[in-house]
């Protein structure tokens, strides 16, 4: 065969591969992008790593615990001055919503109240964009919250708003998995990040608030262009250069789906890519669920974006990867298949792929039992030598095609106290070491 002819064949092969898997969801492809970094924030920033312990999970004494979701969030209500921005999947901040419910509800409950009261007495303008009506921001609603709920399958005929953010003065920011949930506080494990003081990564965060709003109208459409001023300059090419708690950092935000990305701005499957690729030692993921597929779509259809990098690199480069899934009741069953082929590539003879793969257990008592929907890890986070991710999605093709969601991605190799990244390297290993997390083989 001619080779034009060859090429044709493999230029058709590839597009029937790419049907085949789903056309890769990369807004663009690249290696290493080209670093600019001409944007530097003049700001002093605080970053706080901010985690939810379901009650009754204790470590050892000497393990790290970091500031926990309730407290940040009261922070957040602390500081607000004029206007507050809640991005949100659903609402149940009161016990009563839940069949069963235990005193542990009374932190959501104080939250729900603060954000009534700063709302009826006039103090904040607050504006919620949520994936569904719910009483709680009815009830917000009442005294004076403005409230949008884009419409997903209008929008996109899939998928669902599932960001977690609150945007506090386009000054203080929390990113991370926490619901509008009260068993987000007591109940579930998660993972975020408080960023105070930092107008930089506040506006930069608000204009992705305001692509909800905006969507959040009820004619909206998906526009051809978005609106210039919603534009960023900071992103995966082009950073944010800036200083925290004494320390220097890089750091962008990213944004899912890549419908919602409007210009400059990095797609959170990019980001996710971008981090793996950028690792030379290590790649510690804790994500909550894990599938190299598109679950929702009927038929499912495989997505191996992700699960390929991390093989690749691992192959390659030789760089160690540790993931840690969750364990829980309603864990959908194919996940341990995916996980565990992902995990035996540590049993080859000739080639060393340093991958693991262990699933984390939250250990309930016959009360927490009975708390429906709770008692699990949460969080989503990624951790390498070279960067800190956290990200409000779970890893499959979904979240990164139709579904709302937003991540926090912090540059920074080196090794000083205060440094975020490395926080997060302890807490993953306290995890990761933990009588809670057990080796994908073993279920
Ligand atoms: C679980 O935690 C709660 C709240 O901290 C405490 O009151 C209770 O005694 C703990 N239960 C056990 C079995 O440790
Ligand atoms: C999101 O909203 C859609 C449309 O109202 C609804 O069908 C779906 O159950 C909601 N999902 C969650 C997690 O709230
Ligand atoms: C962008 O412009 C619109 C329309 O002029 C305005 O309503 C909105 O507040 C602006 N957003 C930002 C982030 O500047
Ligand atoms: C990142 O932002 C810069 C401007 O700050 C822009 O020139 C560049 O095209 C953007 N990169 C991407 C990948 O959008
Ligand atoms: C992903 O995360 C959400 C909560 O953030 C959870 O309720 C959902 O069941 C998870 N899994 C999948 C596969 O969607
Ligand atoms: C930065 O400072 C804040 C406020 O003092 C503190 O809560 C936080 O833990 C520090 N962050 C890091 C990464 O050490
Ligand atoms: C509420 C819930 O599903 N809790 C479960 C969390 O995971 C542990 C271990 O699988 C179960 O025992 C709990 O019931």
Same mark, same amino acid.
């Given at each position: ?37 001409? +944007? ?10 901010v985690e939810s312990m379901p ?11 970091m500031?926990s979701t309730y407290?940040a969030h ?9 206007? $507050?921005? $809640? ?27 603060? $954000? ?10 607050? !504006?919620?964009? %949520? ?5 709680? #921001? ?26 977690k ?9 929390y990113i991370g998995s926490a619901n509008?949930d009260?068993r987000s506080y007591t109940q579930t494990k998660e993972t975020g990040v ?14 992705? +608030? ?76 804790s994500?909550m ?20 990098? $991390?093989?690749?690199?691992? +192959? ?12 829980? %009741? ?16 540590? #049993? ?14 939250v250990?309930?008592?016959?009360? %927490?039992? !009975?708390?429906?929907?709770s008692?699990v890890n949460h969080s989503k986070y990624?951790?390498?030598? %070279?960067?800190?991710?956290i990200?409000t ?34 807490? +993953? ?15």
């Amino acid at each position: 065969m001619p080779s034009s002819g060859i090429k044709m064949l493999l230029t058709i092969m590839s597009m029937v591969f790419l049907v085949v898997t789903g056309e890769p969801q990369l807004i663009y492809k690249f290696d290493i992008p080209n670093l600019v970094k001409d +944007f530097k924030c003049t700001e002093t920033c605080k970053f706080t790593l901010v985690e939810s312990m379901p009650e009754n999970l204790t470590y050892p004494a000497f393990e790290p615990i970091m500031m926990s979701t309730y407290k940040a969030h009261k922070r957040i209500l602390e500081k607000v001055k004029k206007t $507050l921005y $809640l991005s949100s999947c659903y609402w149940s901040l009161v016990g009563t919503d839940t069949d069963y419910h235990d005193y542990s509800s009374a932190e959501g409950e104080d939250i729900l109240k603060h $954000l009534y009261d700063l709302t009826k007495d006039g103090t904040i303008s607050l !504006k919620i964009a %949520q994936n569904n009506t719910n009483k709680d #921001t009815q009830m917000l609603e009442s005294v004076g919250a403005e409230v949008r709920t884009p419409d997903f399958k209008r929008l996109l005929h899939y998928g669902i708003l599932h960001t977690k953010m609150w945007v506090a003065d386009n000054a203080h920011v929390y990113i991370g998995s926490a619901n509008f949930d009260w068993r987000s506080y007591t109940q579930t494990k998660e993972t975020g990040v408080l960023i105070e003081d930092c107008p930089c990564l506040g506006e930069d965060a608000a204009k992705i +608030f305001e692509v909800y709003w905006y969507l959040g109208n009820p004619n909206s459409h998906i526009p051809q262009h978005w609106p210039a001023n919603l534009s960023t300059a900071i992103n995966v090419s082009n950073p944010a250069v800036l200083n925290y708690n004494d320390t220097n950092g890089e750091v962008y935000i990213s944004s899912s789906p890549p419908q919602f990305c409007t210009t400059g701005r990095t797609g959170d499957i990019d980001a996710i890519v971008n981090v793996i690729r950028s690792a030379k030692k290590f790649i510690y993921i804790s994500v909550m669920d894990y599938l190299p597929e598109i679950l929702y779509a009927e038929p499912r259809v495989y997505w191996p974006i992700i699960d390929q990098e $991390l093989r690749n690199i691992a +192959f390659n480069d030789g760089v160690q990867v540790y993931l840690l899934a969750s364990h829980w %009741q309603h864990t959908i069953e194919d996940m341990y298949a995916f996980l565990r082929s992902l995990d035996e590539l540590h #049993t080859t003879k000739f080639h060393k792929i340093d991958i693991h793969v262990k699933l984390f257990t939250v250990p309930a008592d016959e009360s %927490q039992k !009975k708390i429906p929907y709770s008692r699990v890890n949460h969080s989503k986070y990624m951790v390498t030598d %070279q960067h800190a991710y956290i990200g409000t999605s779970n890893w499959s093709g979904d979240y990164f095609k139709y579904t709302g969601g937003v991540g926090f991605i912090l540059k920074q190799s080196d090794g000083a106290s205060s440094n975020l990244r490395q926080q997060l390297v302890q807490l +993953f290993l306290r995890d990761w070491n933990s009588e809670y997390s057990k080796y994908v083989y073993r279920f």
